[in-house]
Protein backbone atom coordinates (compact mmCIF):
# COMPACT_ATOMS: atom_id res chain seq x y z
CA UNK A 1 0.00 0.00 0.00
CA UNK A 2 1.18 3.74 -0.12
CA UNK A 3 1.52 4.30 3.52
CA UNK A 4 3.63 1.09 4.34
CA UNK A 5 5.18 2.35 0.90
CA UNK A 6 6.02 6.09 2.04
CA UNK A 7 6.64 4.27 6.01
CA UNK A 8 9.31 2.59 4.67
CA UNK A 9 10.50 5.34 2.44
CA UNK A 10 10.94 7.47 5.69
CA UNK A 11 12.86 4.94 7.46
CA UNK A 12 15.26 4.34 4.83
CA UNK A 13 15.54 8.57 4.61
CA UNK A 14 15.61 8.60 8.84
CA UNK A 15 19.13 5.31 8.65
CA UNK A 16 20.69 6.81 5.57
CA UNK A 17 20.85 11.10 6.22
CA UNK A 18 22.82 10.58 9.54
CA UNK A 19 25.36 7.90 8.27
CA UNK A 20 25.91 10.56 5.44
CA UNK A 21 26.78 13.44 7.76
CA UNK A 22 29.27 10.70 9.27
CA UNK A 23 31.00 10.01 5.91
CA UNK A 24 31.08 13.72 5.46
CA UNK A 25 32.30 14.55 8.66
CA UNK A 26 34.74 11.85 8.23
CA UNK A 27 36.23 13.00 5.33
CA UNK A 28 36.23 16.87 7.15
CA UNK A 29 38.21 15.60 9.91
CA UNK A 30 40.52 13.29 7.49
CA UNK A 31 41.33 16.64 5.55
CA UNK A 32 41.97 18.29 8.77
CA UNK A 33 44.25 16.26 9.74
CA UNK A 34 46.21 15.59 6.30
CA UNK A 35 46.05 19.24 6.39
CA UNK A 36 47.43 19.91 10.16
CA UNK A 37 50.55 17.38 10.11
CA UNK A 38 51.46 18.29 6.08
CA UNK A 39 50.92 15.03 4.86
CA UNK A 40 49.13 13.40 1.89
CA UNK A 41 47.71 10.40 0.79
CA UNK A 42 48.45 7.97 -2.40
CA UNK A 43 47.27 5.06 -4.53
CA UNK A 44 49.74 3.04 -6.72
CA UNK A 45 48.16 0.91 -9.16
CA UNK A 46 50.77 -1.94 -9.96
CA UNK A 47 49.70 -3.14 -12.96
CA UNK A 48 49.21 0.16 -14.87
CA UNK A 49 51.50 2.07 -13.25
CA UNK A 50 48.57 4.45 -12.80
CA UNK A 51 48.41 7.03 -9.37
CA UNK A 52 46.24 8.65 -7.57
CA UNK A 53 47.70 11.83 -5.10
CA UNK A 54 45.67 14.17 -2.85
CA UNK A 55 45.23 17.47 -2.94
CA UNK A 56 48.00 17.94 -0.55
CA UNK A 57 50.67 15.41 -2.68
CA UNK A 58 51.47 18.00 -4.98
CA UNK A 59 53.14 20.46 -2.90
CA UNK A 60 54.34 18.30 -0.74
CA UNK A 61 56.03 16.88 -4.06
CA UNK A 62 56.86 20.25 -5.37
CA UNK A 63 54.49 20.75 -7.79
CA UNK A 64 51.79 22.68 -9.09
CA UNK A 65 48.48 20.79 -8.84
CA UNK A 66 47.61 18.70 -12.00
CA UNK A 67 50.60 20.21 -13.67
CA UNK A 68 51.26 16.27 -14.76
CA UNK A 69 49.92 12.91 -14.54
CA UNK A 70 50.12 11.47 -11.65
CA UNK A 71 52.20 8.87 -12.48
CA UNK A 72 55.46 6.69 -10.73
CA UNK A 73 57.51 8.48 -13.37
CA UNK A 74 56.41 11.78 -12.38
CA UNK A 75 57.10 11.05 -8.51
CA UNK A 76 60.56 9.74 -9.47
CA UNK A 77 61.24 12.86 -10.70
CA UNK A 78 60.43 14.98 -7.52
CA UNK A 79 63.31 12.86 -5.68
CA UNK A 80 66.76 14.59 -5.39
CA UNK A 81 69.12 12.96 -8.10
CA UNK A 82 71.46 11.64 -5.17
CA UNK A 83 68.38 9.89 -3.23
CA UNK A 84 66.78 8.56 -6.64
CA UNK A 85 68.54 5.28 -7.31
CA UNK A 86 68.17 4.17 -3.78
CA UNK A 87 64.72 5.31 -3.06
CA UNK A 88 63.63 3.29 -6.07
CA UNK A 89 65.29 0.49 -5.61
CA UNK A 90 63.62 -0.07 -2.01
CA UNK A 91 60.29 0.59 -3.38
CA UNK A 92 60.89 -1.93 -6.45
CA UNK A 93 62.00 -4.84 -3.51
CA UNK A 94 58.80 -4.05 -1.72
CA UNK A 95 56.70 -3.95 -4.66
CA UNK A 96 58.18 -7.31 -5.97
CA UNK A 97 58.21 -8.74 -2.60
CA UNK A 98 54.43 -7.63 -1.41
CA UNK A 99 55.77 -5.91 1.67
CA UNK A 100 55.09 -2.70 3.60
CA UNK A 101 56.91 0.24 1.57
CA UNK A 102 58.81 2.72 3.90
CA UNK A 103 61.21 5.23 2.41
CA UNK A 104 62.33 8.73 2.75
CA UNK A 105 64.12 10.62 0.19
CA UNK A 106 64.74 14.69 -0.59
CA UNK A 107 62.63 16.42 -2.86
CA UNK A 108 64.09 18.86 -5.28
CA UNK A 109 63.46 21.97 -4.08
CA UNK A 110 64.31 26.08 -4.82
CA UNK A 111 68.41 25.63 -4.80
CA UNK A 112 69.59 25.22 -0.94
CA UNK A 113 65.50 24.53 0.33
CA UNK A 114 65.40 20.88 -0.68
CA UNK A 115 63.00 19.03 2.03
CA UNK A 116 62.87 15.68 3.26
CA UNK A 117 59.55 13.36 2.98
CA UNK A 118 59.03 9.85 4.51
CA UNK A 119 56.30 7.54 2.57
CA UNK A 120 54.76 4.27 3.98
CA UNK A 121 52.26 2.25 1.64
CA UNK A 122 50.28 -0.90 2.70
CA UNK A 123 50.41 -3.55 -0.04
CA UNK A 124 46.54 -4.62 -1.36
CA UNK A 125 46.18 -8.07 -2.92
CA UNK A 126 43.78 -8.83 -5.31
CA UNK A 127 41.51 -11.27 -5.81
CA UNK A 128 44.38 -14.09 -6.36
CA UNK A 129 46.45 -12.57 -3.03
CA UNK A 130 48.87 -10.91 -5.51
CA UNK A 131 49.63 -7.50 -4.50
CA UNK A 132 47.87 -5.29 -7.47
CA UNK A 133 48.60 -2.02 -5.56
CA UNK A 134 49.55 0.26 -2.86
CA UNK A 135 47.92 2.75 -0.44
CA UNK A 136 50.02 5.03 1.56
Not at 42 to 62: C, D, F, H, V
Request: charged share 20%; aromatic share 8%; net charge negative.
Amino acid sequence: SRTHRQHAEHQIEQTIQPRAGQICDQREKQENILRGTNAGTWEWELGTNKNYWSAEIWGLYGLAPHSVEPSYEAWVQTIHPDDRANVEKAVQAAASQGTRLSVEWRVIGPPGNDRWLMSVGQPILDDHSQVSRYIG
